[in-house]
Nanobody, 122 residues
Framework: VQLQASGGGLVQAGDSLVLSCRASGYRLSNYATAWFRQAPGKEREFVAV????????YYADSVKGRFTISRDNAKNTVYLQMNSLKLEDTGVYRC????????????????WGQGTLVTVSS
């Protein structure tokens, strides 16, 4: 099982960016997949999750209305569309496979991607 995150970069406030998380070794649609982020000196923070059924999506209040999580089953990939980026969106973004329990808790995820850095400048 592997998750490979990509798409990060340096952008200006107000710009948009799309992150990708490609899964291998399992069918991504059989599990919920989430994005977390961690800014320097801060704890890992839940960003968004897409469930295996439905699917349904849930977002952190800080990104609601600006970020959209989606999934392409044919490509076994989850995306995070990030619009109207703010300085506080800066951090390392990691995707993760949910193993059960509360979606917003990092401890309920069993596999993690390596992370992709998003830097938002003014």
């Amino acid at each position: 099982v592997q998750l490979q995150a990509s798409g990060g970069g340096l952008v200006q406030a107000g710009d948009s960016l799309v992150l990708s998380c490609r899964a291998s070794g399992y069918r991504l649609s059989n599990y919920a997949t989430a994005w977390f982020r961690q800014a320097p000196g801060k704890e890992r923070e839940f960003v968004a999750v897409i469930t295996h059924g439905g699917p349904s999506t849930y977002y952190a209040d800080s990104v609601k209305g600006r970020f959209t999580i989606s999934r392409d089953n044919a490509k076994n990939t989850v995306y995070l569309q990030m619009n109207s980026l703010k300085l506080e969106d800066t951090g390392v973004y990691r995707c993760a496979r949910h193993s059960g329990g509360r979606y917003y808790s990092p401890s309920t995820y069993d596999y993690w991607g390596q992370g992709t850095l998003v830097t938002v400048s003014s």
